[in-house]
């Protein structure tokens, strides 16, 4: 079992900076890959982006590649997930959640079997 819970939300402008973090608890966070999800309402919810166990590759959505940095500090069991050059788009909640399935795709929320309960971020134009 593993838990879960994100923080660095909020509000911010167009062209902003925020960074959100997920602090793990449970079995050992190194043993999980990790994603972040998003979702916007009345949308479904979307991947944002992917790490692997070491940190050492990294998956992104084609809508936040350049903008969105994730990664890991396996020490302090946390992923981060720093997001500058906010657009408008970019409001929903965000989720991070570890991977259980590895047959599946990093791409797949089915693959993530671990989800913390969210953080807003709100981008204002």
């Known amino acids: 079992q593993v838990q879960l819970v994100e923080s660095g939300g909020g509000l911010v402008q167009a062209g902003g900076s925020l960074r959100l973090s997920c602090v793990a608890s449970?079995?050992?966070?190194?043993?999980?890959?990790m994603g972040w999800f998003r979702q916007a309402p009345g949308k479904e919810r979307e991947f944002v982006a992917a790490?692997?166990?070491?940190?050492?590759?990294?998956y992104y959505a084609d809508s936040v590649k350049g903008r969105l940095t994730i990664s890991r500090d396996n020490a302090k069991n946390t992923v981060y997930l720093q997001m500058n050059s906010l657009k408008p788009e970019d409001t929903a909640v965000y989720y991070c959640a570890a991977r259980t399935d590895y047959s599946g795709s990093y791409y797949s929320g089915g693959s993530f079997g671990y989800w913390g309960q969210g953080t807003q971020v709100t981008v204002s134009s």
């Open positions: 449970g079995r050992i966070f190194s043993s999980y890959a």
């Open positions: 790490i692997s166990r070491s940190g050492g590759i990294t």
